[in-house]
């Protein structure tokens, strides 16, 4: 009963703030009106580093195949929505009966927040190489999930969170594992 209780009251609460994590609700700097496109235009930040950011990929969900979750089990058809200013893609573990392990894993497209701006949600942040492309994990210190944060051009990334009901650290070595699926479905640069 109480882990039944778990997987259907208490995770999907959790699970929004995971897949919300590494958020950040300011951004340094002073606000000035856009300036209007010219041919003598500065290029973006973004394209100065060599790639378009995260601005071209228009669905989440498309990171990310089922085909590359089936050694976790079979999972819903995935939910795709904007939460928090992230285009996300939820992907759900089926649960066939209350000792089935939870599993959820979020796809989460950041157009303006770099890798740098991972935030430490009770875990720290450690940096990674997934397939040569530099990344942040952030384990969660109070539920149990794990958030891997891709960057992509120079201020804006994609991350993979996953929450488990079992343990942070499994969730960091899932959200890696996923992770390198979903990288070279990036824009390099």
């Known amino acids: 009963m109480t882990k ?6 208490v995770l999907p609460l959790v699970a929004g703030g995971a897949l ?19 041919a003598s235009a500065a290029p973006t930040e973004s394209s100065s580093a060599g790639g378009s950011g995260t601005q071209s990929i ?24 904007t939460l928090g200013g ?13 000792s089935d392990a939870t599993m959820v ?24 190489d997934i397939n040569g492309r530099r990344a942040k ?15 992509v051009g120079a201020s804006s990334r994609v991350d993979v969170a996953v929450l488990l ?5 499994e969730a960091c070595q899932v959200a890696e594992a996923v992770a390198k699926s979903v990288e070279p479905k990036l824009p390099k640069g």
């Open 58 to 81: 228009t669905d989440p969900c498309s990171l990310l195949e089922m085909s590359d979750l089936s050694s976790y089990g079979q999972f819903n058809q995935p939910e795709s929505k």
């Open 4 to 9: 039944l209780f778990f997987v259907r009251a």
């Open 105 to 128: 894993i979020g796809v989460n497209v950041r157009d303006d927040a770099s890798v740098d701006q991972v935030r430490d949600t009770g875990g720290g942040v450690a940096d990674k």
């Open 20 to 38: 919300l994590a590494g958020c950040t609700s300011t951004q340094p700097g002073t606000a000035s009106p856009a300036q209007s496109s010219s």
């Open 86 to 98: 992230a285009r996300t893609c939820k992907y759900q573990k089926k649960i066939a009966s209350a």
């Open 165 to 169: 009901d079992s343990s942070s650290n």
């Open 137 to 151: 994990e952030a384990p969660d210190g109070a539920a149990v999930g794990c958030t891997l944060g891709l960057a």
